[in-house]
């Protein structure tokens, strides 16, 4: 995927998603650092766990901190935000300084701040799984 491609990709996500990705830059950033790392794989794996965080954030907010299913939530939640981060960590070490100290300012402070860029993150990549799902399925549905 070249760089003059990553603004239409862009443009393809924000309307698939009705206008709502949350940090279209961020996401543009990860995948215009991807191509000369050649890290496909690893922008699947942050898309794929960006919509198992994004779910299960979903599945929490239906719930009260009451629940008895909550504090599981809670504690799965914590895990999966860790592992998110542990995958930004291993895309961005391939890739530029700049790229690195992006991550490490937005993603892997301990402050309420640096969270909500990694959900921002984790959503908009969900939106780019959610594209390829949507993709696949129709590509199905048209062969059969």
């Known amino acids: ?3 003059s491609t990553i603004p239409d990709i862009l443009d393809l996500l924000s309307h698939f ?4 990705l949350r940090d279209a830059a961020a996401l543009g950033r990860f995948l215009e650092e991807a191509e000369p ?6 922008i699947g794996e942050l898309a794929f766990h960006g ?5 299960l954030l979903d599945t929490m907010k239906k719930q009260t901190a009451q629940s008895e299913h ?3 939530l809670e504690a799965e939640f914590t895990r999966a935000v860790n592992h998110y981060q542990e995958l930004i960590r291993v895309f961005a070490a391939g890739c530029s300084d700049g790229f690195f100290q992006f991550c490490e300012q937005h993603y892997f402070a301990v402050s309420e701040a640096a969270l909500q860029h990694l959900l921002a993150l984790a959503y908009d990549f969900a939106w780019l799984k959610e594209w390829e799902v949507t993709m696949a399925t129709d590509g199905e549905e048209t062969a059969a």
Do not use: H, Q
């Open 51 to 55: 919509r198992y965080l994004t779910r």
């Open 37 to 42: 790392s050649e890290k496909a794989a690893e």
């Open 70 to 72: 909550f504090p599981g």
């Open 17 to 20: 998603s009705g206008g709502r």
């Open 1 to 3: 995927m070249s760089a």
